[in-house]
């Protein structure tokens, strides 16, 4: 079937129709789960249609801890994806089965915040995900400063704009448990 996907410029109705049942995930039946990971996997296939699948396949292993664990290593793959779309989309999803299951994505937390330590400290979009999951209470103090240290030092104007934010939050909410 992803053979057929790849030649979608001569199935485009076709693929468009498969992708809108994606897009829409209560309507992909569960046994299309190891499809939905060969999608995601694959860059041969449209961006558009790996974005639905990713959200599918994340829809998927939300509902429970034994299809998070099945599918952990496809996101953290995912994670390193030079599409930033991709990456975008994977870290939203990262966010999702951390706060659904903190103990068992601690190595996905990990990658996350490896993200955050790399030479090019100028991914936004991870300084988002680890500014929500710190604003939901789900690092330890010592865990919160090297990220936002690390943002308030970089390069980046943007990361030191959230990282100034986060640390005004962090602030305001001292105190309130």
């Known amino acids: 079937m992803t053979d057929w996907l790849r030649t979608s410029s001569d199935n485009s109705d076709a693929v468009l129709r498969f992708s809108s049942m994606l897009l829409d995930g209560n309507s992909v039946p569960g046994c299309y789960v190891p499809l939905l990971d060969k999608l995601v996997s694959s860059d041969s296939i449209p961006k558009f249609l790996r974005l639905s699948a990713?959200?599918?396949?994340?829809?998927?292993?939300?509902?429970?801890?034994?299809?998070a664990e099945k599918y952990k290593t496809t996101i953290e793959a995912l994670l390193h994806s030079e599409v930033p779309e991709i990456k975008?989309?994977?870290?939203?999803?990262?966010?999702?089965?951390?706060?659904?299951?903190?103990?068992?994505?601690?190595?996905v937390l990990?990658?996350?915040?490896?993200?955050?330590?790399?030479d090019a400290f100028n991914d936004a979009a991870a300084f988002n995900i680890y500014a929500?999951?710190?604003?939901?209470r789900k690092f330890k103090l010592e865990m919160l400063l090297g990220p936002i240290c690390s943002g308030l030092c970089g390069d980046s104007e943007n990361i030191h704009r959230l990282a100034i934010s986060l640390l005004k939050m962090l602030s305001r909410n001292a105190g309130k448990s």
């Open 110 to 118: 990990s990658l996350v915040m490896s993200l955050l330590q790399t």
């Open 132 to 136: 929500r999951l710190v604003l939901d």
């Open 54 to 67: 990713i959200q599918s396949l994340g829809r998927y292993m939300l509902t429970s801890i034994n299809m």
């Open 88 to 107: 975008h989309a994977s870290l939203e999803l990262a966010e999702s089965l951390i706060l659904a299951f903190p103990n068992e994505y601690s190595s």
